[in-house]
């Protein structure tokens, strides 16, 4: 492995797939200022020439130590404690060498690159504690370096020409390091930028790859209910050529209600068909074309007065088809037996279709005779039609009751799912 490649990997040590680009950042950036401050350490050493037996070696290595620590805690995924590691340490060595050198070497020009590491470390869009932390210390730190002047613990072996050189020293290394980490800063934002944006034009690929297939979707939809459609017409055509060859009277009329409630369930697919979302159905505008149809069918149009009150509720097509083969039902049974007198002035019917009670209140109601008394009890001599209500009721998590309001009187309620 070359030294470039051993570069990119140690910059990568704790960074996960799971982080955030800030935090995938703060990580890198780490683990860079802990080889920056490695690196700058060695040069360190070189103050050794001018010091000689005064120079600090000890604290020198300890501070390496550190740092060496620090990357590792990184390769060990502990990134939080391995960032206050950094911040701790890097604000210690700060301390330290503006308390052991005298003001005149400059080593105060060191707070400015760790200012710039201030911005590369942290969050500008949010304060997170790494943030408010890496702060505090950095501000204690050079608060102190201000306040805390103790000459007994500076070092007393330095000349006049050792302390020029050592200015002229540190205030190149500080200028140095403070313009390499604002180019990296630089960098590393416009390495997160193109990221950003490499991944935005992959978001807007996929999204349009995804508008392409849903589009594609939409028209395999849209013909697989045209066909179930046009499938349901044609086993609706058979049953007319069925009825139109039987005679007995008791067969047309079963094979008449057969074609309602396939005529209920085509004309779901076709209200599906025309909505764009193919996903729900205005329930009112088709329970008005349903009945409609079956009062067309009977006739009755003309003699039946229809009162219809619809609020604006979509049902899905797992509601509709089911509640459709209900009303078809309820209309069918209130043709045959409570709208079959003479009286052409006051047949009426009604229907009604509410939000009530976190569901649906579907409410149906004719002015015939009315049930038995003891229809709702009754369940052996039901029907065929009263049977289907019940059951489809059922299906979908429905109630029905059944009672008498100057005629028969049919309420569902079931939940809007």
Known sequence: MNLKALFFRILNFGVRDDQSFHDRRRVKSVNLLNLIVIFFLLIGLTNWFYIKAGFPVKIELLFMATALISIYLSYKKYVNIAFALFTVYVNCSLFFIGEYYPSETGTYLFYFPAIVSIV??????????CSIF?????????????????????????????LQVLWHYNVFLSVFLTGLLTFLLNKTIFNQNKEILNQIDDIKKTKEEVNVSLKEKEVLLAELHHRVKNNLAIISGLLNLQEDAVNNAEAKQIISETKARIMSMALVHKMLFKNPEFKTINFGKYSSELINELFNSYNLLEEVQIKEEYEAINLSINTCIPLGLILNEIVTNSIKYGLNNDDTKGKQFSVSIKNANNGVLLTVKDSGLGFNKDFNTDLETSSLGIVLIRSLTEQIDGKVHFSNSNGAKIEINFPNN
């Open 134 to 162: 890496h702060f505090s210390v950095c501000a204690l730190s050079f608060t102190l370096n201000l306040v805390m002047d103790n000459p007994g613990r500076q070092i007393k072996t330095l000349d006049a020409s050792q």
């Open 120 to 129: 590369l470390l942290n969050n500008p869009s949010r304060i997170d504690k």
